[in-house]
């Protein structure tokens, strides 16, 4: 199935990976999963559910991590199954990978792991889709050497998201040459536009945000020509088990999705008359 969903995504058209930053029970995930799904539908915009079986890179021991591999994958079949959608899962370690392969149409190389030789060559074996996240320490251009990792398999379904690079403590910063120079590298470019807005470790053991940016910094990325839009949506950010602070509302994804569809129909056009 993935080849069809890499068609899909590479269309010409604007994609959108959507849902919560971890998975926190099966039935809240199907809910979103749903909710992904229709919005995406009423604006015409193909998409991938995305959710984390394990966030291991928790600020604190104690922090929410979810339900764990067996299980979070189960949870993302069910998903996949209940809502036609392809789905996207984190993986943190090459023992990993071919699990979550058997799921997922999409493996996601987190964006602190983005150098790591093995996981990305792992992941490339895999066959599925590699979605690789910027580091924040990482230059645009850099990113030649991790897509060429995985692409030393033989395997060319490759995405490059940009997530935002660090601009002092706490903060993050898009620099929009970013995505321009990632795109000549010749993979579809995705703008994360939720963790762009995180604050990390800005409150005291947990990170912070700014979702009041979320939709600014998504216009931006459609207008720049970013081929796909990565936004963790929660239908209660504030009670979230992870990443909350930096979430968009859920009920504000559908219109959100129409908007940035019409503004890409807008730049197409601008684009084909050879502006």
Not at 131 to 156: C, H, V, W
């Amino acid at each position: 199935m993935s080849n069809d969903v890499w068609e899909r995504l590479t269309s010409g058209g604007l994609f959108v990976i959507a849902g919560p930053c971890v998975i926190e029970s099966g039935g809240h995930a199907l809910k979103l999963g749903r909710a992904v799904a229709a919005a995406a539908a009423a604006a015409g915009l193909p998409a991938v559910f995305k959710a984390s079986f394990d966030k291991a890179n928790r600020t604190r021991v104690d922090a929410f991590r979810g339900p764990g591999l067996q299980e979070g994958l189960r949870i993302l079949s069910a998903v996949k199954r209940e809502t036609g959608l392809p789905v996207l899962t984190d993986v943190h370690e090459t023992q990993q990978v071919a699990a979550a392969a058997e799921v997922c149409d999409v493996v996601q190389i987190p964006a602190f792991l983005c150098r790591q030789t093995d996981l990305l060559v792992a992941a490339g074996k895999s066959g599925r889709i590699v979605n690789i996240k910027k580091g924040q320490f990482l230059a645009p251009e850099d990113m030649r050497y991790a897509a060429g990792k995985a692409a030393s398999t033989g395997n060319g379904k490759i995405l490059l998201t940009e997530r935002g690079s660090s601009f002092g403590y706490r903060n993050l910063v898009v620099d929009f040459r970013g995505p321009a120079t990632m795109r000549k590298l010749g993979y579809p470019v995705v703008l994360d536009v939720t963790h762009s807005v995180q604050l990390p470790g800005a409150q005291g053991g947990a990170g912070g945000g700014q979702p009041e940016f979320i939709e600014p910094l998504a216009r931006a990325g459609v207008a720049v020509g970013v081929d796909g839009l990565f936004c963790e949506v929660h239908d209660a950010p504030a009670t979230a088990k992870s990443d909350g602070a930096n979430a968009l509302r859920l009920e504000l994804l559908p219109a959100l999705l129409e908007r940035l569809a019409e503004l890409r129909r807008l730049t197409s056009s601008w684009e084909r008359r050879g502006g």
